[in-house]
């Protein structure tokens, strides 16, 4: 059965950092682009960041240069490393699965499958 878990949210402050984890059971990250997403309540999921099988990632405009996506295969695990965190990051965080994306597609939510559950993120003083 494939799953994937998120991990890592917390509560923390402007400019704080946090490091959420995707993990799978039942197959193996490698042979899949990871995206992560982003949630607040009566709006549309957005992309957050995609790292594809061959390494190349993605970021949307207003995370670079703060976040940072990474796989660990020994652990089967991909992160995002968010730092300098803002409050309007504040989100329900979720990973999934596609087999490939290109730089025009690689944010839209409906080509992924296999979401976790999330983990809140939120950020504020």
């Known amino acids: 059965q494939v799953r994937l878990v998120e991990s890592g949210g917390d509560l923390v402050q402007p400019g704080g950092s946090l490091r959420l984890s995707c993990s799978a059971s039942?197959?193996?990250?490698?042979?899949?682009?990871i995206g992560w997403f982003r949630q607040v309540p009566g709006k549309e999921r957005e992309g957050v960041s995609s790292?594809?099988?061959?390494?190349?990632?993605f970021y949307r405009d207003s995370v670079k240069g703060r976040f940072a996506i990474s796989r660990d295969a020994v652990n089967n695990t991909v992160y995002l490393q968010m730092n300098n965190l803002r409050t309007e990051d504040t989100a329900i965080y979720y990973c999934?699965?596609?087999?490939?994306?290109?730089?025009?597609?690689?944010?839209?939510?409906?080509?992924?499958?296999?979401w976790g559950q999330g983990t809140q993120v939120t950020v504020t003083s």
């Open positions: 999934a699965t596609t087999q490939s994306v290109v730089a025009q597609s690689w944010y839209h939510w409906k080509l992924y499958r296999n």
């Open positions: 790292i594809r099988r061959d390494g190349i990632t």
């Open positions: 039942g197959f193996n990250l490698g042979t899949y682009t």
